[in-house]
């Protein structure tokens, strides 16, 4: 019998708590919820270093930050890991392929796909016409761009909308038919590749999708599914700065402040219908697999490479360590129950982005390299009892919010290296982070203890941010760990 086909579906900042199936009080994702109910929901999934290239270097490799040396956003570093999850799969008999973001460097890079089809959505740093040769110059290491220039006009490009790749305050429809839309664009080339695949190997296919990343621009018929919606105010923690002197509100990709009501509002509207416009497009993919008879051999793992903050606590986009930012949506579906997993269940076990590779080949039968940190979900997922991890270690450089957590899905733990500052949250009682319990003496030992951990943790690490006993404070920031990337910089 030939080994499953392997699905893994990823979105861009797409939040853990954005899924019908748990109870959002205004998002719709029926294919998603659908998807869940023929496999499993894991609840407590985080992204520990949660911006995009970070996290999409811990979901190509199975490492953990330490390992793959990336703690921060850099672009323009090179990606030369040994093993990589399509790497070992085309190694294993797989016909791997990529539709969508990759967001690695040089932008062409295979990193073990047979081939990558590919549109990372508007980076800054290839855009500057000055600073890139030829091959790396958007114009050439993109592959929607031309396609939608085929269709749309020679003189269509991604700054057509007025809304740059980080508002995430500002949204508009998209001006274009559906069809045309980069979300839609992804879809297409995937069925594609269904019809051009080697039929005598399994596939592995990484279909990734740069939204619901901004810019915010949904086409018109989902965000008017949500025009009537009775959106639900951010959460804002009593911990929180309560003004805005400085009016950071006003910038369009702010990462912080008070945005006006309307705009805020509207920003929800279109968010919310870029997820749902997602859905309905898996939805499309899932009755393509149907038709090329393959949906019931395909294991499919959905997931996103972090969240959006998206208002709470007055701040915007990523790279914190807040809910809205480190936790994922992640569900590991088997339509066909080949892996026998307990289906239509939820787990709350801490999992990472970390465990998507080693969970892929454990599906695959493939062996797991000793370079993979993650473990496999399998097991979880069939309901076994598991010496699972205990918590996890999360962090970002993020200049003067620069930050670690650790949580173990019912307390978090957060320490911002540059201030010292600490905070506790109870999530089990307090999802939404509301009020920081760091004061508090009654979790004074609580507290002491994370604290312990998180130094343990960060010991021997390059930046001195530990002795191994203490933490200290001030050290300087780094996006990437010299110790782990070596001849990569």
């Known amino acids: 019998m030939m080994k499953p086909n392997l699905l893994l579906i990823s979105v ?14 205004v998002v719709d994702t029926p294919n998603l919820d659908q998807l ?5 929901l894991f609840r407590s999934a985080y992204s520990a270093t949660p911006s995009c290239i970070p996290a999409r270097a811990a979901m190509l490799t199975g490492m953990s930050q330490r390992s793959h040396g990336r703690i921060g956003y850099q672009d323009q570093v090179p990606w030369d890991y040994e093993h990589t999850l399509p790497s070992v799969l085309a190694a294993s008999g797989y016909h791997t392929q990529c539709v969508g973001k990759m967001h690695v460097y040089p932008a062409r890079s295979l990193c073990g796909f047979h081939n990558v089809v590919m549109h990372d959505g508007y980076l800054h740093h290839n855009r500057i016409r000055t600073a890139n040769t030829a091959a790396e110059f958007y114009d050439s290491c993109d592959d929607y761009l031309p396609w939608l220039r085929e269709r749309a006009g020679a003189d269509c490009d991604l700054l057509d909308l007025g809304l740059d790749c980080n508002a995430s305050t500002v949204a508009r429809p998209w001006h274009l038919p559906e069809a045309l839309h980069p979300t839609n664009w992804v879809v297409t080339q995937s069925i594609d ?9 399994p596939f592995f296919l990484s279909m990734s999708f740069v939204r619901p990343h901004p810019p915010f621009d949904p086409p018109q018929a989902f965000l008017d599914m949500y025009a009537d919606a009775d959106f639900p105010s951010p959460a804002v923690g009593t911990w929180a700065q309560a003004d805005d002197p400085d009016r950071c509100g006003l910038n369009p990709i702010t990462n912080k402040g008070i945005v006006p009501r309307h705009r805020l509002k509207r920003a929800q509207a279109a968010y919310y219908a870029l997820i749902t416009h997602i859905d309905h497009q898996i939805g499309r ?5 149907l038709e090329h008879d393959v949906l019931r ?6 997931t996103s490479d972090h969240g ?8 915007f986009r990523k790279a914190l360590p807040y809910e809205g930012s480190a936790k994922v949506p992640f569900i590991l579906a088997d339509p066909g129950g080949s892996l026998k997993l307990n289906r239509n269940t939820t787990n709350d076990q801490v ?5 998507i590779m080693p969970t892929l080949l454990d599906a695959a039968g493939a062996a797991i390299p000793e370079t993979v940190d993650g473990q496999s979900l399998l097991p979880l997922a069939r309901g076994e009892r598991v010496d699972w991890r205990n918590a996890i270690h999360g962090e970002h450089e993020c200049k003067d919010m620069s930050n670690h957590y650790m949580t173990d899905g019912v307390l978090k733990y957060i320490w911002f290296s540059q201030s010292g500052r600490e905070q506790l949250f109870d999530l089990s009682q307090d999802p939404q982070e509301l009020i920081n319990l760091a004061d508090d003496e009654r979790y004074r030992t609580s507290l002491e203890n994370w604290r312990e951990r998180l130094a343990a943790q960060l010991a021997d690490r390059e930046e001195g941010y530990s002795d191994g006993k203490r933490l200290n404070v001030g050290r300087p920031a780094q996006t990437l760990l010299k110790q782990a990337l070596g001849a990569s910089l």
């Open 12 to 25: 861009d900042q797409m939040r853990g708590d954005c899924l019908s199936i748990l109870n959002h009080p």
């Open 285 to 289: 993919f899932l009755q393509a697999m």
């Open 308 to 315: 959006e903050m998206l208002g709470d606590h007055h701040f």
């Open 36 to 40: 869940a109910r023929v496999g499993v």
């Open 193 to 201: 590749f269904l019809r051009r695949r080697d039929p005598r190997k």
């Open 297 to 302: 051999n395909t294991v499919i793992l959905f």
């Open 351 to 355: 999992v990472e982005i970390r465990d």
